[in-house]
DNA sequence: AAGGGGTGCAACCGCTGCGGG
DNA sequence: TCCCGCAGCGGTTGCACCCCT
C-alpha cells in the first residue's frame, strides 16, 4: 500500500478549523488520552464527520497503525486509542452495518457458547463486524433474552469442545502473577473442560499455586475471600454496570484494604471483573452437569440455575460471569458417587441439558443447621462465626459433610457454604444465607462455581504441605491484620 | 403533549501483552 | 534485563432515541 505522503503543514492547513466545529469539544476534554504535540487538547466525544474525513484522510495516506501519530500529522484532536477505535469500528473499508442476520446471531451465539467474551476473536469470524457491535449485540441479546424469560442459548446451539491445546495444559506451563490473562483463559477452559480438570488434579494444583499465595500472606485468605465474593463481588460491588443496582453493606473498599498485598489485591486476581475467570463449574460440562454436584459452590437461591440468562457485564452470585452454559444443581451429591455413578460421558447436547434443566422444578432446599446470614452482618460476624462453627463443626457437620477428600456435599438452597477447615470430617462450613442478595438480585439466576472455591478442596488437602496454620487464632491475628493495618 | 424510563449504540477507560531501545 | 510506549482487548459509561403512561 503506497501513500502520497503529505506535509504536516499542509495537513494543518487542510483541517486547521477542526476545533471550532463541536461547540461541545471543550467540554469533552479527554482525560484518558494524554495531550501530545501542538499544545492542544484532546477532544471526547461523538466524532464528527469532519473528524471522521481527516482520519480517513490519512489513512489513506499513511496507513493504518501509528495512531499516535495521527494528532502529530493532522490536527485532529483526538488520542490515538481513539482514532484507532473510530476506524476499527466505523471508519475501515468493509464493515457491514446494520442489524445482524440470523446466520451471524447463531454464530455469535455458538462461539459465545464456545468461547466466551472473546469479541475480537468472534469478529475474526464475522467479516465486516466489529468486535464493539458484536460485544454491544451480546449485551444486548442478554438483557432482551433475559426479560422475556428465554435461555441465553438457545435450543440447537451446539456448544463444541474449546480447543484444549498443549499451551494450556495446566502441566506444561507455570502460572505466573501477571499471566492473568492466559490464566483466565484456562480458567474458562476448564469451564467446559471441567473432566480434565478432575482428571488432572495438576490443574488444581498449578492455580493453587496463586491461591496459596494468597493464603500464605493471610491465613484465612480463602475464608475471608470467600466472604468477600459473597458480599462484594457477588453482588456487583467490585463494578458498577447499568445492570447492577446493589451495593454491598459494611465491607471495606478495596482503598480502604490498602495497597499491593493486600487481601483485596490478591482477591482481584480471582474475582476482579476483567480478570474473573468466569464461571468454573465441574457441572458445565455435560458429562457432569445436571447430574451431580462434586465441590463446593456458591449458590444462592431456591430456584438456583434458570434460564442460563446471565448479562455478561452483570456477574452473577459469587462475581461469575456466566458465559457458559452450566449446570448447577445435581440430584446426587458427593464426589465418590459421582466418580462411580457418572456414566460414560454422554454425548447429548448440552444445551438440551440446559433447557431440560430449566424445565425441571427447582430441588428441594435442604437447610443446614446454623446458619447465620452473613452477608449482611459483615466480616467481623463472619470470622466470628466461623470460630464458633469450628469449635462445634465436627459435630454439626459430620453428618452432612462428604467427607471424600474434600469434596463437600453440596448444600442447597439460599446458602452458600465455603470450605474452611481440613479436609475430612473436621471440616468447617461457614454458611452464607443469600436470600438478602437474591431479593436484590435477580429472581432467576444461575448458580456458579468460583474456581478458588473450587481449589478450596486441593487446598484443604495440600494446607498441611504448606504450613498453614487456620485456627481461630489465626483468623483473629487476620482479622486484627485486615482492620488494623 | 410531556416526561420518565428503557434501550442500543458509540465511545471511553483500564489493563495487559509485546516489541524496541 | 528492565523500562517505556504502543496496540489491542474487554468492561463500563454516556447519551440520544424510542416508547409508554
Not at 477447615?421 to 468447617?428: E, F, T
Request: glycine share 8%; proline share 6%.
Amino acid at each position: 500500500m503506497s501513500y502520497t505522503m503529505m506535509t504536516d503543514e499542509s495537513d494543518d492547513a487542510m483541517y486547521s478549523s477542526i476545533y471550532n466545529e463541536s461547540p461541545s469539544a471543550a467540554d469533552n476534554i479527554g482525560s484518558g488520552c494524554t495531550s501530545r504535540g501542538k499544545g492542544s487538547v484532546l477532544k471526547k466525544g461523538p466524532w464528527t464527520s469532519t473528524e471522521d474525513g481527516i482520519l480517513i484522510d490519512y489513512v489513506k495516506r499513511h496507513g493504518e497503525g501509528n495512531w499516535n501519530t495521527v494528532q502529530k500529522h493532522t490536527s485532529l484532536a483526538r488520542c490515538g486509542k481513539s482514532c484507532r477505535l473510530r476506524w476499527a469500528n466505523h471508519l475501515r473499508p468493509n464493515l457491514k452495518k446494520g442489524a445482524f442476520s440470523k446466520e451471524e446471531e447463531q454464530l455469535i451465539v455458538e462461539m459465545h457458547a464456545r468461547m466466551g467474551n472473546k469479541w475480537a476473536q468472534m469478529a475474526e469470524h464475522l467479516p465486516g463486524r466489529t468486535d464493539n457491535e458484536i460485544k454491544n449485540y451480546w449485551n444486548t441479546r442478554i438483557k432482551r433474552r433475559q426479560r422475556a424469560g428465554l435461555p441465553l442459548y438457545p435450543p440447537g446451539t451446539h456448544v463444541e469442545d474449546l480447543h484444549w491445546s498443549q499451551e494450556y495444559h495446566p502441566s506444561t506451563r507455570n502460572v505466573t502473577g501477571v499471566d492473568r490473562r492466559r490464566h483466565q483463559d484456562i480458567l474458562q477452559l476448564a469451564n467446559s473442560k471441567a473432566n480434565v480438570l478432575f482428571d488432572d488434579l495438576n490443574f488444581a494444583n498449578v492455580l493453587f499455586e496463586e491461591l496459596n499465595f494468597a493464603t500464605s500472606l493471610l491465613p484465612v485468605a480463602s475464608h475471608i475471600s470467600d466472604m468477600f465474593s459473597c458480599n462484594m463481588l457477588g453482588t456487583g460491588a467490585s463494578s458498577s454496570s447499568r445492570y447492577e443496582s446493589y451495593t454491598p453493606p459494611i465491607l471495606p473498599s478495596p482503598k480502604q484494604l490498602g495497597g499491593s498485598g493486600s487481601l483485596f489485591n490478591i482477591r482481584q486476581e480471582f474475582q476482579s471483573p476483567q480478570k474473573n475467570p468466569r464461571s468454573c463449574s465441574i457441572s458445565d460440562h455435560p458429562m457432569y452437569g445436571n447430574h451431580h454436584q462434586s465441590d463446593v459452590m456458591i449458590q444462592d437461591s431456591h430456584h438456583t440455575f434458570t434460564d442460563g440468562m446471565v448479562p455478561t457485564s452483570k456477574p452473577s452470585f459469587g462475581a461469575v460471569k456466566l458465559e457458559l452454559p452450566s449446570f448447577q444443581y445435581s440430584e446426587a451429591s458427593g464426589f465418590d458417587q459421582w466418580k462411580t455413578t457418572t456414566p460414560s460421558p454422554p454425548q447429548s447436547d448440552l444445551l438440551d441439558s440446559v433447557d431440560t434443566y430449566i424445565q425441571s422444578p427447582p430441588p428441594l432446599e435442604i437447610v443446614e443447621p446454623d446458619c447465620f446470614s452473613s452477608c449482611d452482618t459483615g466480616l467481623l460476624d463472619m470470622l466470628l462465626h466461623e470460630a464458633k462453627i469450628k469449635a462445634s463443626a465436627k459435630h454439626s457437620f459430620s453428618s452432612t459433610t462428604c467427607a471424600t477428600d474434600g469434596i463437600q456435599d453440596v448444600p442447597r438452597g439460599g446458602e452458600t457454604h465455603i470450605t474452611s477447615g481440613a479436609g475430612g470430617n473436621s471440616s468447617a462450613f461457614a454458611v452464607v444465607k443469600t436470600e438478602e442478595l437474591d431479593q436484590v438480585w435477580e429472581p432467576k439466576r444461575a448458580d456458579v462455581v468460583r474456581p478458588d472455591v473450587l481449589l478450596a478442596s486441593s487446598w484443604q488437602d495440600q494446607q498441611g504441605r504448606f504450613g498453614i496454620v487456620r485456627d481461630s487464632s489465626s483468623l483473629s491475628d487476620a482479622l486484627a491484620l485486615l482492620l488494623g493495618g
